[in-house]
């Protein structure tokens, strides 16, 4: 059992920045197939950055050079520092894990003002 919990998200002005964290536990072996996802109301959620199987990280283009995916392995936590934050960033935005099945935190809303 995997258990992911977000926090970070806020009310922020387009052009500000903000970072948002995921504290895991549980049976977590590696950083690997881990990332951040986000929803819109009516929209499929979509990946924003993956820390892919072999390591690899990849970014949705609309974030590339904005976003940046970390992790502390010490505090067993992933980051997403957020910069250059615009209206259309605006979602819940989810961390997501896969260890042996998919796991996924309750979400943390980000709200970008124009």
């Known amino acids: 059992q995997v258990q992911l919990v977000e926090s970070g998200g806020d009310l922020v002005q387009a052009g500000g920045s903000l970072r948002l964290s995921c504290a895991a536990s549980?049976?977590?072996?590696?950083?690997?197939?881990m990332g951040w996802y986000r929803q819109v109301p009516g929209k499929q959620r979509e990946p924003v950055a993956i820390?892919?199987?072999?390591?690899?990280?990849n970014y949705a283009d609309s974030v590339k050079g904005r976003f940046t995916i970390s992790w502390d392995n010490a505090k067993n936590t992933v980051y997403l520092q957020m910069n250059s934050l615009k209206p259309e960033d605006t979602a819940v935005y989810y961390c997501?894990?896969?260890?042996?099945?998919?796991?996924w935190g309750q979400g943390t809303q980000v709200t970008v003002s124009s």
């Open positions: 820390i892919r199987s072999d390591g690899r990280i």
């Open positions: 549980g049976s977590i072996f590696s950083f690997n197939n």
């Open positions: 997501y894990k896969f260890e042996r099945a998919a796991y």
